[in-house]
């Protein structure tokens, strides 16, 4: 199995779709490094040479943000934002959508779902 940053990819699928289980690549970021490494798309995981996979490991340490880094360098840009007090800070530390999206509906992935009835009284026990 390979082990590339810390995350072990897939055996079965294409070297193509298993960088992108790496936190920080996405499928175009794969099919870059492949090209820079030389490595077909199409070949397997388990059918990679170790010096390929050395190749990989080489060009994703040395010239991409990943994993780790990459979400420490998000968390602080958040928090840069929350310490400045902008409008972006104000709405990360409420939990409310950042972009302009409506609130008035819509908005359950950041707010959360809400009980229709909250303070419903209970019919008394006999």
Sequence with gaps: MARIAGVDLPRGKRVEIALTYIYGIG???????LDEAKIDRNTKIIDLSDSEIVKLRGILDHEYEIEGDLRRLESM???RLMDINSYKGKRHRLGLPLRGQRTRTNARTRRGSKKTMANKKKAPKK
Excluded: A
């Excluded at 499928?27 to 490094?33: G, H, P, R």
């Design 27 to 33: 499928l175009t970021s794969s099919q870059k490094i």
């Design 77 to 79: 840009n958040i928090k």
